[in-house]
């Protein structure tokens, strides 16, 4: 197994679990179901007992190593700089020794054979992929500076279409120029990938780069930062090397471009960085630049932010999968009750996965007269001039 040699070097100190304090879960596992064997220690001892055959691969263990939600918290927060950029690395190919033996959990292998037979998470015909644009007036990509990636939640999920036209509308408003290539695009593949599946995860990117290619496709703005992660960080190994953008990161610079009303209430905004735009690739500030220009908007931290924020649990497939599960202490509920706790009325999100996950939580926990989640963009059209 790749990365075997760090197994044995974790001394269990438990930084990584609880880097401030007593109460500070930041692993969504521990949190979640508060078993050590569940957080990223426990986690390397046990592939290190497997690969020492003091343990056997069994419907447990896989359960525990795919209820990783790569947030990479503990990457941040491992106290030994030896290995730290090496533990989701090692989980990773943990997880690919556990597909080879044929051991995954259920929802794992039913996700990943929906990939494989249909180039989607959802089990849906391709034919569907451009369904979303009904909602909108999206031009085809025939040339436009960018190519905007709606991705599969975008494409086929309710809530995620919503978001994808929201987006678009507000790209557009700001001058921006994109086309779409609807079914001409696969699964981005990152989650695949996160899940240890590489060889399908290969087969996504090949695809989606001939694909790009043969449109002339230079420029990348996703609507997920999953999407953002793995253009912009694995598709170059394959051939695919263009300049990839979150949205976010394009409104960043163009919030001159609207004109917003003067006449609506104050609001009290928190911030939810998605892992894969914050934690995997080290932007914190784009959202912020985006929230703190949009008049009456007052934004306000929740106690861990940043590089500290609590992943909301639906990175690693786990939105598809539910291995993580959505019990009590689920890291979402935590999330939405730490946002409320801030004083926040608006939870901002700038990913459709956490989108989901925390709009399910808001209501589970019973927050929603309190909080309302809302998308970045959705925040910018409703406080601008009709
Ligand atoms: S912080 Fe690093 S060394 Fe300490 S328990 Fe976590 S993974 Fe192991
Ligand atoms: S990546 Fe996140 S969910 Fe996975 S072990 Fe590390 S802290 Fe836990």
Sequence with gaps: MEHEEILHRCFRCGYCKLPSNYTDLACPSYLAFRFETYSPGGRMWLLRALLDGKIESTPRLAEIMFSCATCGNCVEHCAMPDFKDRLLLAFTAGKEALLDSGRVPAGVRDYLTRMQNHGNAYGK????????????????????????????????????????????????????????????????????????????????????????????????????????????????AFGGTYQVFHYTQLLAFAMGAFTFRNDLPPIAVTFHDPCYLGRHNK????????????????????????????????????????????????????????????????????????????????????????????????????????
């Design 125 to 236: 015909s391709a034919r569907k992929r451009a369904d979303w644009t009904n909602e909108a007036n999206i031009e085809p990509f025939d040339g436009q500076e960018y190519l905007f990636y709606a991705g599969d939640v975008g494409s086929y999920d309710t809530r995620g279409r919503q978001i994808a036209v929201s987006v678009a509308e507000v790209l557009k408003k700001a001058g921006i120029s994109f086309g779409i290539l609807a079914n001409g695009e696969s699964d981005d593949g990152n989650d695949v990938r996160a899940m240890g599946e590489r060889p399908l995860f290969e087969d996504l990117a090949r695809k989606n780069i001939a694909a790009f290619d043969k449109a002339g496709v230079k420029k990348i703005v996703t609507l997920s930062p999953h999407a953002f992660n793995t253009f912009k960080n694995s598709y170059p």
């Design 283 to 386: 932007d914190y500030e784009s959202s912020r630049m985006v929230l703190r220009a949009i008049p009456g908007v007052t934004l306000i931290e929740m106690d861990r932010s940043r590089k500290n924020a609590l992943c909301c649990g639906g990175g690693g497939g786990n939105l598809f999968t539910d291995v993580l599960g959505g019990a009590e202490e689920s890291a979402a509920r935590a999330r939405a009750v730490e946002a409320a706790e801030a004083g926040a009325q608006v939870l901002a999100v700038a990913c459709p996965l956490c989108a989901i996950m925390l709009e399910d939580a808001v209501k589970t926990a019973g927050l929603e007269e309190r909080l309302q989640v809302r998308e970045v963009s959705e925040i910018i059209s409703e406080r601008l001039l009709p």
